[in-house]
Structures are given as structure tokens and as C-alpha cells.
């Protein structure tokens, strides 16, 4: 198994296990280097997301990508549809990135936070193209993102987005559809004991998350937030931003949700 128990509350990912000091000395490696990122940056937030933007994760990639000011966050609290939060990432993006081409917006990499996912991939799918200009992403990465759909939406739908993430949706299948052709490099991560979606609902199907086990008492109780504050997860995204050799690697499915 790729996984290992040290206890019955906690698990280890071999593909993912990072030492303190391994973590201290990479963050430290990023912060002191400018960064040259090969594109703008997009952070998308996720379900009902306050107007902080993006839950303050730019912030926190920030020090490990020093310089880089092509940056942008985008919110959608008061948006109640998967499909107008992802026109409001697209104008965000030619606003904020203006590209003269009349099908797509600028390339650019794109961290996702929870249903954020889901509005890079509407925003970047062939469908959303017919009606509108497309949202270009050559790399995205998922924190937590209901690929498969969320655990709570099966008993709970306040709305319209809400109730496409749950597990079996037409719209999930249909961005499932739409992947085969999709042409953008997607990483998902996530934690175990995430009650809001599930460990195992973060990836595409045939797909596998990079997961943890989340640290600390707000971790083990609000794992789906708490994902966004993962010095590991972070760390890991900003290095493959970077082009560096990231502390993680696929492996198998998470063992729990």
C-alpha cells in the first residue's frame, strides 16, 4: 500500500511527505530569488467566497514568487451560477490581462480554490467558447476542488451552484466530457477529512489528487478550509509555478475522504 498508518487517526503519503526542514529550506530557496513566471497568474475562490479576494491565498504564494506583479484574484460571492462566475473570471482576466485575440484570453496559470476548479474548467471548456470569448490556462491546480462533486451537495443545494457539484451532475459530466480535448496541465490537491467535498472527489475520474493529512486542530476539523492555508500545498504549487522540482508526486488514491 502507498500509504502508511502510524495511527488510526492519521495517514502518511509516501508520494507527499515532507520534512519540516525540507519545507523551511524551500521557502526559504523561493523567497530569496526572484521569480520570472512564464505567465500571469489567476486565483479563483471558491463557493460563496467572502470579497476578500481568494480567501488570502495569493498572499500567502506571494513571498515564494517575490516580483512577480502579474498577479489577479477573483471573487463571485454574489453570483449564483457556476457559469456567470466563470464570465466574471474571463472579463476579470481581459481587463486586468487585455489580449487581442477575438476567441481567447491571455495564457495564463491559474490556482483554483474548491469550486474556483470548476469555473477554470467551464471558463476554459468549447462549450463556454460558443458564446463567448475562452479562458486560455496552460496549468491549473486544484485545491480541494469537487471534481467528482461534494459530499454536502448531496443534501444540501442553496443554489444553483450548489447543486451542480453534486456528485453525478450533468454539468460535472459534462466538463468531464470537455477534458478529454482540453489542452491545460491540471494538478489537484487535497487533504483527508474533508466532510465538505471528500478526498476522493478532488481529482477527475481516472484522475488522482496529491493529498495530505491535515495538520493542527483547525486542520483535522475544517480540513477543506484548511487546505488553503497548507504551508506543503503552497509550497508545492509555488516551486511547479516556478519550473522548480516540486515535493510532491502522484500517487495512489487517498486511502479515506
Known amino acids: 500500500?502507498?500509504?502508511?498508518?502510524?495511527?488510526?487517526?492519521?495517514?502518511?503519503?509516501?508520494?507527499?511527505?515532507?520534512?519540516?526542514?525540507?519545507?523551511?529550506?524551500?521557502?526559504?530557496?523561493?523567497?530569496?530569488?526572484?521569480?520570472?513566471?512564464?505567465?500571469?497568474?489567476?486565483?479563483l475562490a471558491g463557493w460563496r467566497s467572502p470579497p476578500m479576494p481568494d480567501g488570502g491565498v495569493l498572499a500567502r504564494v506571494g513571498p515564494m514568487i517575490p516580483g512577480a506583479r502579474d498577479t489577479l484574484s477573483v471573487t463571485y460571492a454574489s453570483l449564483w451560477t457556476i457559469d456567470s462566475a466563470a464570465r466574471r473570471v474571463v472579463a476579470r482576466v481581459q481587463e486586468r490581462f487585455p489580449h487581442t485575440g477575438t476567441t481567447d484570453t491571455a495564457e495564463v496559470d491559474v490556482i483554483a480554490i474548491s469550486m474556483g476548479g470548476l469555473v477554470a474548467r467551464l471558463a476554459a471548456s468549447d462549450s463556454f467558447a460558443k458564446s463567448q470569448r475562452r479562458l486560455r490556462i496552460a496549468r491549473l491546480f486544484t485545491l480541494a476542488t469537487p471534481h467528482r462533486g461534494a459530499k454536502l451537495a448531496s443534501f444540501v443545494r442553496p443554489d444553483p451552484a450548489a447543486a451542480a457539484m453534486r456528485p453525478g451532475s450533468d454539468f460535472l459530466r459534462s466538463l468531464d466530457d470537455e477534458l478529454a480535448r482540453s489542452s491545460f496541465e491540471l494538478t489537484c490537491y487535497a487533504q483527508l477529512r474533508d466532510w465538505w467535498v471528500g478526498a476522493r472527489n478532488t481529482s477527475p475520474p481516472g484522475r488522482v489528487p496529491i493529498w495530505c493529512e491535515p495538520r493542527g486542530a483547525f486542520g483535522r476539523c475544517f480540513s477543506h478550509f484548511a487546505i488553503n492555508f497548507d504551508p506543503r500545498v503552497l509550497t508545492d504549487v509555488a516551486l511547479r509555478l516556478r519550473g522548480m522540482t516540486p515535493l510532491s508526486r502522484v500517487g495512489d488514491e487517498p486511502p479515506t475522504d
Open 1 to 43: 500500500m502507498a500509504y502508511q498508518t502510524g495511527t488510526a487517526q492519521s495517514s502518511t503519503n509516501p508520494c507527499f511527505d515532507v520534512s519540516d526542514d525540507a519545507l523551511h529550506a524551500a521557502r526559504c530557496m523561493l523567497g530569496a530569488s526572484p521569480a520570472n513566471l512564464p505567465r500571469p497568474l489567476v486565483v
